[in-house]
């Protein structure tokens, strides 16, 4: 049967039609023996039972946010990179009076930096499937870069004259490519 408003095909039992909302010859109830005696169709459809894609009544889209995995993967490891990073300056706090200025500094910097990859780790876990969430996300991941990137400087300028550059394996796996994975992550939650 075609609707005579907009000429779309319609299921032969339809009320209505699916694309213009038209009422059908149809009387309610003739030729579904599935109708209530209000017109209406089990399941609250007035198609006939024809349920329209993406319209009244159709199931909710069940697909995942994309870079969901990438985001709980790097998001685990830029937390433990976080906790790593204030373990390992708490150590050196009880130590403050016996250091200058400058270490002071970096190394309250670096504490700052181990706070936000402990919250960029948390959101990237926590906002990995929520599309809206997916600029904070990325803001997170470029706050840790940054900081990361200032520490590394600021290690350099300290510890240069023992020999001590700052740099391994860990930190620039946990510190930089871990981050960078979250903001990737965050842009193509932020981007769907």
Do not use: H
């Not at 599935?34 to 039972?49: F, I």
């Amino acid at each position: 049967m075609f609707c005579k408003k907009c000429g779309a095909e319609i299921a032969d039992n339809a009320a209505f039609c699916p694309k213009c909302g038209e009422k059908t010859n149809q009387a309610a109830g003739q030729g579904n023996p599935y109708s209530m005696p209000n017109g209406q169709n089990y399941g609250g459809s007035p198609y006939g039972g024809y349920q329209p894609a993406g319209g009244y009544g159709a199931p909710k889209s069940t697909s995942k946010a994309p870079g969901m995995v990438l985001l709980i993967v790097a998001g685990i490891l830029v937390l433990i990179g976080g906790i790593r990073v204030l373990v390992t300056d708490m150590k050196v706090v009880p130590y403050l009076k016996y250091l200058g200025g400058a270490w002071s500094g970096a190394l309250a910097i670096e504490i700052i930096l181990g706070i936000f990859m402990i919250v960029a780790g948390i959101c990237s876990l926590i906002y990995c499937g929520k599309k809206e969430k997916g600029g904070l996300v990325c803001g997170m991941g470029i706050a840790v870069v940054i900081l990361q990137i200032v520490v590394w400087i600021l290690a350099a300028a300290l510890f240069s004259a023992i020999g001590y550059d700052g740099l391994n394996a860990a930190s620039v796996i946990l510190g930089l490519i871990c981050p960078i994975l979250v903001v990737v992550g965050g842009y193509m939650n932020k981007r769907a």
